[in-house]
């Protein structure tokens, strides 16, 4: 699908068959499946097959109150995190690239990335996904079924995206799909060896004892059930073809509940502590680099 409206191929996210345009609705040339289009934004999933999966229409509501979202991402943790994920972005050096975001919310790379880039964002909540103002493609999806054609994607980025997906393997899969052939991938996700442990565990256990309401209230967002990242499927789909470098930092974070949102010595700590090979091994957060094997 190409029209004035967009200058971004669009296929159906189930079949990737071609889409044709008609008074602001796409129709999928094969299944016959409908995706509107919200002011400039394609909203390109299946609403029904979203409403029989729990936890994706809970990732789908749960940033809808956006001052919610907003208290979360400025937690001063997150804050630090920011810098050092953007640094690493940038160090890609990319120009005149092909860009996919993933999950993006409310991108914090995007105003850099797009400089110099043609950058796509994508979320499942087109509430967050209006926020963004940079000059880029904004298309409403479910990492999960991706409505782009295959390898159309120079760089494709998440960030603490993949351990939300209740089929994991089926996001990696669609990774592999949209990247083009000498493309690259940076993923940040919190590991499992580390303290968030200790943080997963227990909110299992909350779960159990109080329910999720009680959680998600305490946690401030974020599905109270998410996982990990499943790196063993990583290395399964990536690893003849690509080389998987893994950099940990953060070996500590704070319990992620709100009364701990504005303490900012734990980012001066794990700065430290990262200089130390012992502390960096079980730093909470994975940034991934999944490159070409030359
Ligand atoms: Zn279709």
């Known amino acids: 699908m190409n029209s004035e409206k967009f200058s971004l191929k669009l296929v159906c996210p189930f079949d990737h068959s071609e889409l044709n345009l008609h008074e602001d609705v796409l129709t999928c040339s094969k299944c016959q499946r409908e995706y509107k289009i919200s ?31 907003k208290d979360f991402m400025n937690r001063a943790y997150l804050k630090a995190l920011k810098e050092d994920t953007l640094n690493s972005l940038l160090n890609f050096n990319l120009q005149d690239k092909d860009i996919l975001e993933i999950g993006a919310g409310i991108s914090l790379f995007a105003e850099k990335l ?26 409403v999806a479910d990492a999960e079924n991706l409505p782009f054609p295959d390898k159309s994607f120079d760089f494709i980025c998440l960030v603490g995206v993949l351990h939300h997906l209740p089929h994991q393997a089926k996001g990696i ?56 990242l499943d790196t063993a499927e990583l290395k399964k ?42 502390f960096r091994n079980i730093g909470a957060i994975a940034q991934i680099t999944i490159e070409p094997k030359k």
């Open 237 to 278: 789909t990536f690893s003849v073809e690509f080389n998987i470098k893994v950099r940990k930092i953060s070996p500590i974070r704070l319990l992620p509940v709100k009364f701990f949102d504005n303490i900012s010595f734990v980012p001066k700590l794990n700065r430290f502590l990262e200089k130390l090979p012992l």
């Open 114 to 139: 797009s400089e110099k880039n043609h950058l796509v964002l994508t979320d499942i909540n087109e509430t967050l996904l209006k926020q963004n103002l940079q000059n880029c493609d904004l298309v």
């Open 39 to 69: 002011g400039r934004i394609p909203i390109m999933f299946d609403l029904n097959l979203l409403q029989e999966e729990e936890r994706k229409k809970e990732e789908m509501e749960i940033f809808d109150n956006l001052s919610s979202y």
């Open 173 to 228: 899969k669609e990774l592999k799909r949209v990247l083009k052939e000498n493309g690259k991938i940076f993923i940040s996700e919190p590991t499992r060896w580390s303290v968030n442990l200790i943080y997963y565990l227990g909110r299992k256990l909350f779960i159990l004892l109080f329910g999720k309401e009680f959680v998600r209230k305490l946690v401030g967002c974020g599905t109270p059930d998410e996982a990990f």
